[in-house]
């Protein structure tokens, strides 16, 4: 009887973290490895993309273009922007995040990437940053 009071007693808990989980936005492949191809570019896309486009102002002024992981590895004139890793000292993530200078945070007269967002770039870049 012990037994299946504890077992009821899991499934209601598990049940209570699923609802939980559901009701605050967490990503359903949190538990994942994120992928650049799955998670990070659409991302970029949607949040960077306007700018850091081939012939956009982001791309122009820097040389960061962001619609392609060849274009995120290779980083603006002046160097790279991951360090496949370490996402603390990775630049994207110091601009997305807004620990740089408020005039380099990104992106610029939009919205901040929300954190879930933040955390994927983050873990992408924690787990090697690969062209996945």
């Given at each position: 009887m012990?037994?299946?009071?504890?077992?009821?007693?899991?499934?209601?808990?598990?049940?209570?973290?699923?609802?939980?989980?559901?009701?605050?936005?967490?990503?359903?492949?949190?538990?994942?490895?994120?992928?650049?191809?799955?998670?990070?570019?659409?991302?970029?896309?949607?949040?960077?993309g306007e700018c850091h486009q081939e012939g956009g102002k982001g791309h122009l002024e820097s040389g960061l273009l962001l619609s392609t992981y060849e274009g995120v590895m290779k980083g603006t004139r002046h160097g790279p922007v991951i360090v496949p890793g370490n996402s603390f000292n990775s630049n994207l993530s110091l601009v997305i995040e807004g620990r740089g200078r408020p005039e380099i945070n990104m992106p610029h007269g939009r919205k901040s990437l929300s954190k879930w967002h933040r955390l994927t770039i983050r873990r992408w870049i924690n787990r090697g940053a690969q062209n996945n």
């Open positions: 012990a037994v299946l009071k504890i077992r009821v007693v899991t499934v209601i808990v598990g049940m209570l973290i699923f609802g939980i989980a559901v009701i605050i936005g967490v990503p359903a492949n949190s538990d994942a490895h994120p992928s650049f191809n799955r998670d990070v570019l659409p991302i970029l896309l949607q949040h960077c």
